[in-house]
């Protein structure tokens, strides 16, 4: 779960490589008490250096606050918003936002095999 995450504080520099290393587009993004404040793309990161920002803006400056999640480890509504949406993650949380864990394509790929 850790390659999915990284801290409010990092730089874009470092959502890249967290990113190139988990292979799915996006990182959940947490705050120092662990809490999930937001999730960051690929497509934000290229945005936001089109716009004049560089890879040494911190994350919390970018990342989306509204970010889609579910409180239950439930692949086959994950299936469902995995399709509607067109996410690549999926974290999932406790009512108090603590990252529980997190469901990926590789996850929802299986489901489908298994199906």
Do not use: W
């Not at 889609?68 to 974290?91: C, R, S, V, W």
């Not at 790929?109 to 298994?114: P, V, W």
């Amino acid at each position: 779960m850790d390659k999915f995450c990284i801290n409010e504080n990092y730089t874009l520099y470092e959502a890249i490589e967290s990113i190139d290393e988990n292979k799915s587009r996006m990182v959940v993004v947490t705050n120092d008490e662990g809490i999930v404040i937001g999730v960051l793309s690929q497509g934000d990161i290229i945005r936001a250096l089109i716009s004049g920002h560089t890879i040494y803006n911190r994350v919390n400056e970018l990342l989306h606050p509204n970010f889609i999640y579910m409180h239950e480890h439930d692949i086959k509504k994950a299936f469902d918003i995995f399709k509607k949406k067109g996410i690549t993650l999926l974290p999932i949380v406790d009512d108090s936002f603590c990252l529980k864990s997190i469901i990926t394509m590789k996850d929802i790929y299986r489901y489908i095999e298994n199906e």
